[in-house]
């Protein structure tokens, strides 16, 4: 498994959220550009077919796949078309480390809302979305977010 020699950076990342990640890619001479991706957040200019949808917390899942799930779901079967794997790499905490772990998952927005999604029904939509999307929902703390993507883009898929 290789490391990717440069990382597009989609223009639409929040710079603050991803200085990390940017400190990460620069410790391991990681080259990479800012400019707008057709999906995701990352990729590899040595392997186009595969992109990283970074998701800073399962917060913003569930907010992709109620409030927002038509754009979420464009964006995936626009991925599915042009023959780009997608994998939606949620940083959570060191408890979430798969959709099993998702279904345990207490929404501390269900003290404020009895209608706010439980885990195991966000559990069961992105298993639906991986299965019906070919795409793929993987875990990682914020701290681990540089590594994991680099790991993730080295690889061959």
């Known amino acids: 498994m290789g490391k990717p020699k440069t990382i597009q950076v989609d223009s639409r990342e929040k710079a603050k959220a991803i200085t990390k990640i940017l400190e990460e890619f620069d410790e391991q001479g990681i080259q990479y550009y800012v400019s707008k991706l057709f999906v995701g957040d990352?990729?590899?200019?040595?392997?186009?077919?595969?992109?990283?949808d970074r998701k800073q917390n399962l917060g913003e899942v569930v907010s992709n796949v109620c409030q927002q799930h038509e754009r979420f779901k464009a964006e995936l079967v626009r991925a599915n078309e042009m023959g780009i794997k997608v994998i939606v790499l949620v940083e959570h905490s060191r408890h979430i480390n798969s959709i099993e772990d998702v279904a345990k998952w207490k929404?501390?927005?269900?003290?404020?809302?009895?209608r706010?999604?439980?885990?195991?029904?966000?559990?069961?939509?992105?298993?639906?979305?991986?299965?019906?999307?070919?795409?793929?929902?993987?875990?990682?703390?914020?701290?681990d977010t540089g590594k994991v993507i680099i790991d993730l883009l080295g690889s061959e898929e």
């Open 107 to 114: 929404n501390p927005r269900i003290r404020f809302s009895p």
């Open 42 to 52: 990352y990729m590899s200019l040595d392997n186009p077919r595969l992109v990283i």
């Open 116 to 143: 706010a999604m439980r885990g195991y029904t966000l559990a069961k939509v992105m298993q639906t979305m991986q299965e019906k999307y070919n795409c793929e929902f993987l875990f990682c703390e914020k701290k």
